[in-house]
């Protein structure tokens, strides 16, 4: 099971941080990653994690601003976001795969957390 948390309403060039808590044994050996839809939109690829945080990949509407990191002793794994820009609003979901590498398509994830809803006002 995943849960995300963290989401609210920001300014643009605000920043917040997401977080995702993940229950079960073996989160350690999981990629990871953050999708995000907006209104009328299509989910799409943030940001993933390879399950030792060693490799980690961005959507490039986002890489600079984004940063993707994990914590395997507390189950957890965060995307802290600066520079927010309405455009980034929507809403954001953690997913995990079983495999240990990273991946950027919605299809290569197992389980997937409930989703917190960011809004960037301009």
């Known amino acids: 099971q995943l849960q995300a948390s963290g989401g609210g309403l920001v300014q643009a060039g605000g920043s917040l941080r997401l977080s995702c808590a993940v229950s079960?044994?073996?989160?350690?050996?999981?990629?990871m990653g953050w999708f995000r839809q907006a209104p009328g939109e299509e989910r799409e690829f943030v940001a993933t994690?390879?399950?030792?945080?060693?490799?980690?990949y961005y959507a490039d509407s986002v890489k600079g601003r984004f940063t993707i990191s994990r914590d395997n002793a507390k189950n957890s794994v965060y995307l802290q976001m600066d520079g927010l820009k309405p455009e980034d609003t929507g809403v954001y979901y953690c997913?995990?795969?079983?495999?240990?590498?990273?991946?950027?398509?919605?299809?290569?994830?197992?389980?997937w957390g409930q989703g917190t809803e960011v809004t960037v006002s301009s």
């Open positions: 994690i390879s399950w030792s945080g060693s490799y980690i």
């Open positions: 079960g044994p073996t989160f350690s050996n999981y990629g």
């Open positions: 997913a995990a795969r079983r495999l240990t590498g990273w991946a950027i398509y919605s299809v290569d994830y197992d389980f």
